[in-house]
Each structure stands twice: as C-alpha cells, then as structure tokens.
C-alpha cells in the first residue's frame, strides 16, 4: 500500500475538514518525512498523520504544528 495523499480522490479532498477546528486541511510532511494533513486555522493549527494513504483524522493522533 501507499502513504501518499495523491491517492485520494480531488472531490474527496475538498470535503475533508479538520475535525477540531473545522479548518481545510494542506498537504505536508511530518518530522519523520511521512504525509500528513496540515490545519490552515490559525489559532490551534494540527498536523493528521495519514496511513496506508488514509488520513487519519482523530484529534488523539494529531499533532500541534
């Protein structure tokens, strides 16, 4: 399997919301080098780690960016 965000499909990606905050979510890559879903809200902005190319969108495995 992949980790890549690519693999989800465009008109997934634009429903996709942080779960805490409600902000869109950005590409980005994690301190381990591995994709993540980025917050773009300003005030608590969190980092998703995505798994076998599936964003795992629980506030338990988020991290502060």
Do not use: F
């Amino acid at each position: 399997m992949t980790n890549k965000i690519e693999s989800l499909e465009p008109w997934v990606r634009e429903i996709l919301r942080c779960p805490v905050t409600g902000a869109t979510l950005t590409d980005g890559v994690g301190p381990d080098g591995e994709p993540e879903l980025h917050s773009t809200d300003a005030g608590r902005p969190l980092a998703y780690p995505v798994r076998d190319g599936i964003p795992v969108l629980l506030e338990s495995d988020a991290r502060p960016l």
